[in-house]
């Protein structure tokens, strides 16, 4: 698991510079789409977390909105190009988000584009999101699709746990990344569903949906 996780992590300390290349070319893509929809509400004076923030992509937008942005990432690359293209935002640390720094009960809202699904270990990571979310606080992620991975494995054997390759096909310039296999009853697993309230559940339109939507609040 261990070599799992440095080879997820380290991959965009090597191929950082292209997929930020490839992000920065798309245009807004669908799942964005869906998850600024679902920013519902003033963000003024909220501490708000995006964990794995990547190159910052969305810290300039949430800081707009009026919140105190943190950002993490668990590449030291990817949070370099952050703080270069986001200067204002001073909150940024290289940590994964299944082993965070921040105090108990720290944030207001935790947000996740594209980066949850890279953790190993998906119960610790949300044992973790939940601890850092006050009461009542809100966690909005975007994931991707486990039918999606499932269609592209090599392995059509849905339960079996793997890292697999993939080119990321809606991107203008082609990226190829790897991840960590998982399955709906991860992200839906009984700890989750005792521990958050499940506010909004969100597929993408593709023919086999490439991305998933969840936005939770904290019990």
Known sequence: ?????????????????????????????????AFRARMRGSLA?????????GYGHDLAYFARRGAVVYGIDPSAA????????????????????????????????V?????LHNAPNLRQ???????????????LY???????????????????????????PDMATPCTIRQPTHTFSEYFNPYVLDRFEVLDFVEGREPVPMWLLVKLRRR
Do not use: W
Not at 45 to 52: E, M, V
């Open 1 to 33: 698991m261990g070599r799992v996780r440095r080879s997820v992590t380290t991959q965009y300390d090597q191929v950082g510079e292209q997929f930020l290349r490839a992000q920065r070319a798309a245009p807004v893509r669908a799942h964005r789409q």
């Open 45 to 53: 004076g909220k501490r708000l977390l995006d964990a794995g923030c």
């Open 78 to 109: 990817m949070i370099t190009a952050a703080r270069r293209l986001n200067p204002t935002v001073t909150d940024l640390s290289v940590q994964p988000v299944q082993r965070m720094t921040f105090r108990n009960r720290f944030f207001d809202v």
């Open 111 to 115: 947000v996740s584009i594209y980066a």
């Open 125 to 139: 990571a949300f044992r973790e999101l939940h601890r850092i979310l006050k009461p009542g606080g809100i966690l």
């Open 142 to 168: 975007v994931v991707q699709h486990p039918l999606f991975i499932f269609q592209a494995r090599k392995t059509k054997r849905y339960h079996a746990r793997e890292t697999y390759s993939f080119t990321i």
